[in-house]
């Protein structure tokens, strides 16, 4: 399984960014993706995950300004992130928990997210 994720940036306060994350390797049916992010210095946290069927969950940090979707067909899944603060800055990660894994077994390479202030 390969996740590649893509789309960060550098983003003024109040911007707006989408981020992708193809998944290949496999099929990816009844698969949970999400969304991590790292900022420096802290650890890695969630943001945000849908799952196969289109239920999504997420951060308290991030409800009502960012949404996860997915391209079933293209396994594809994006996370469209408005009103960016300074604190959003971070490496984000996309991420893939199969049926069965007690956890996200795979990860894609981060893309950096950068808000200025």
């Known amino acids: 399984v390969q996740l590649q994720a893509s789309g960060g940036g550098l983003v003024q306060t109040g911007g707006s960014l989408r981020l992708s994350c193809a998944a290949s390797?496999?099929?990816?049916?009844?698969?949970?993706m999400g969304w991590f992010r790292q900022a420096p210095g802290k650890q890695r946290e969630f943001v945000a995950a849908?799952?196969?069927?289109?239920?999504?969950v997420y951060a308290d940090s991030v409800k009502g300004r960012f949404a996860i979707s997915s391209d079933n067909t293209k396994n594809m899944v994006y996370l469209h992130m408005n009103s960016l603060k300074p604190e959003d800055t971070a490496v984000y990660f996309c991420?893939?928990?199969?049926?069965?894994?007690?956890?996200?077994?795979?990860w894609g390479q981060g893309t950096q997210v950068t808000v200025s202030s």
């Open positions: 849908i799952t196969w069927s289109g239920n999504t």
């Open positions: 991420a893939a928990a199969g049926p069965g894994d007690n956890e996200y077994a795979y």
């Open positions: 390797g496999r099929a990816f049916s009844n698969y949970v």
